[in-house]
């Protein structure tokens, strides 16, 4: 796979994931992840760990679109 290329494919993956949390759209973001990832980050003075799923939930259920900030555009 050529430069040019690899870099596409990272940004694509990237705005899916940017404009996925920034309109509330867990199909979005299932394209930004593989469907057996694992997140670790940290929330407060804790940090959470689990499946992607658990964040798509989140996103799909209780994430109001616009809230995230400002996804750039290609």
């Known amino acids: 796979m050529s430069n ?30 593989h469907d057996d990832a694992n ?13 992607v799923s658990r964040l798509l939930s989140w996103v799909e259920n209780d994430l109001a679109p616009g809230g995230t900030g400002r996804a750039a555009t290609a």
């Open 39 to 51: 997140l670790c980050g940290p929330m407060g003075d804790s940090m959470l760990t689990g499946p």
């Open 4 to 33: 040019a290329r690899n870099r596409e494919s990272i940004e694509a993956t990237l705005y899916a994931y940017l404009n996925g949390m920034r309109h509330a759209d867990p199909g979005l973001l299932k394209i930004a992840f």
